[in-house]
């Protein structure tokens, strides 16, 4: 058993019988009293997220968490397929857990799916990707002077704000946190 000291943003705990990440831990000593942890925590199951305070010292259950990169096959309903690139065997892995950067796979991206035993707790896409405009209305010269956006459908079918200087054909780079344009790819 560790105690609170030893868990951190990331840490994967057993909190009330469901697997739940720290998304945010903040050690706080108010005046007259004690110091206390501060934990805002996902629910792996649901999706929900749950704030709870714990003493300083108190006892915590984390959980051993292996991490593994997957290629990403394709779709198939409420799930993704994802073979391991050592053993070739396919999993598979509900889509929820990727959120919103679902739409941003592409056949043969590696996702990093972490496991619980043998089964799949925890999926993350790759940071950056890097697709081509399919569709973008065309830009105007002298659109570079204001931070003005546009809407523009990638080749996976999402539809991502761009600048009015990015034109169709031209490939880009996405951050799947924040789903939004970084930079153009040459």
Known sequence: MANTGDINVGSVIRFNGELCR???YQHRTPGNLRAF???RMRNLKSGKIVENRFRSGEEVEVVRVDYKMMQ???PE???IVCMDNETFEQ???PGIMLGESLKFLKEGMEVKVSFEGDEPIL???PVFVELVITYAEPGV???TATNTLKPATLETGAVVNVPLFVNEGEK???DTRTNSYVERVK
């Open 22 to 24: 720290i998304e945010e």
């Open 37 to 39: 942890y501060q934990a």
């Open 72 to 74: 990403f096959i394709y």
């Open 77 to 79: 309903g409420d799930f």
């Open 91 to 93: 999993v598979y892995i």
């Open 123 to 125: 999926a993350e896409p």
């Open 141 to 143: 010269k002298g659109d």
């Open 172 to 174: 880009i780079k996405i």
